[in-house]
């Protein structure tokens, strides 16, 4: 039988001001994986970690709406980029930089750019752990920062449903391809639990845990589909940070433990 040939090696630039950095990422888009990440990260911030969050979707970036962000960061050399802060953690989107309403008609070479100024040009200060919110795909966005920058580790987000779960496997190759650590995957939007008291699950069962066992990684967790994580989302105030003894804020920290003990 013949062997796998191992991941190829890139020469990878850290992101200076942090220890660690952590990917989210789903390859498919629209299940979920900004509010996870937010989330997430204010876990983490629960167990004592001084975190960043860097939105690192140009075209679709959620972080400001999120966390309700609508001041502009500052720069004191007209170089760098100081992040702004919330809820103690320093966060940067281009959605920060840019008009709300203003759509981003960007070619690659733009993209990789807009890139290396978020992770090379921020003044990231003293921080444990940079959580990076990546965009769905496994293009230019996701091979600049698995070719160019250290990363420490990446978490994958998907629901259930095998439509979205096709990319995931695709996501994972790529991590596999380039050498990145998977810490493991994340089933979002797992169950819906009605007023009736009945679990629905909307989006299928078990495919997710059927794929980390497939691909030999760890399973993390379910995250159901609650509408107390929906508005805050929509409030820009985080469950895990505005609510952090709500049951979902607990299964959130229950993951960050593991993942806290993954990376460190």
């Not at 007209?78 to 759509?103: H, R, V, Y």
């Not at 998907?158 to 050498?179: H, W, Y």
């Not at 993390?220 to 940070?241: M, V």
């Not at 003894?245 to 299964?251: N, Q, T, V």
Request: with cysteine.
């Amino acid at each position: 039988m013949s062997q796998k040939p191992p991941p190829k090696q890139f020469t990878k630039a850290p992101i200076t001001g942090t220890k660690s950095v952590i990917m989210i990422s789903s390859a498919k888009g629209g299940v979920g994986k900004s509010t996870i990440a937010v989330n997430l990260a204010f876990a983490l911030q629960k167990l004592g970690l001084k975190i960043g969050i860097l939105d690192a979707d140009v075209y679709g970036p959620s972080l400001p709406k999120l966390l309700n962000l609508k001041e502009k960061p500052k720069s004191e050399d007209n170089k760098s980029i100081i992040p702004l802060e919330k809820f103690g953690a320093q966060c940067m989107s281009m959605g920060l930089l840019i008009d709300e309403q203003t759509p981003m008609m960007w070619r690659g070479p733009m993209v990789i750019s807009a890139i290396k100024t978020m992770t090379q040009k921020v003044l990231w200060k003293d921080r444990d752990v940079i959580i990076i919110d990546m965009p769905p795909g496994t293009g230019d966005t996701q091979l600049t920062f698995v070719q160019e920058i250290k990363i420490d580790g990446a978490i994958i987000v998907s629901t259930p449903q095998d439509l979205a779960l096709l990319d995931v496997k695709r996501g994972i190759q790529m991590f596999e391809k380039t050498g990145v650590k998977i810490l493991g995957l994340i089933d979002n939007m797992s169950i819906f639990k009605g007023n009736d008291g009945q679990e629905y699950k909307i989006f299928g069962e078990g495919g997710v845990k059927k794929t980390a066992k497939e691909f030999n990684k760890d399973f993390l967790g379910y995250i159901p589909l609650n509408q107390d994580l929906r508005i805050s989302a929509d409030n820009g105030e985080p469950l895990t940070c505005s609510k952090p003894d709500h049951e979902i804020s607990k299964i959130f920290l229950s993951i960050a433990e593991k993942i806290k003990l993954s990376f460190q």
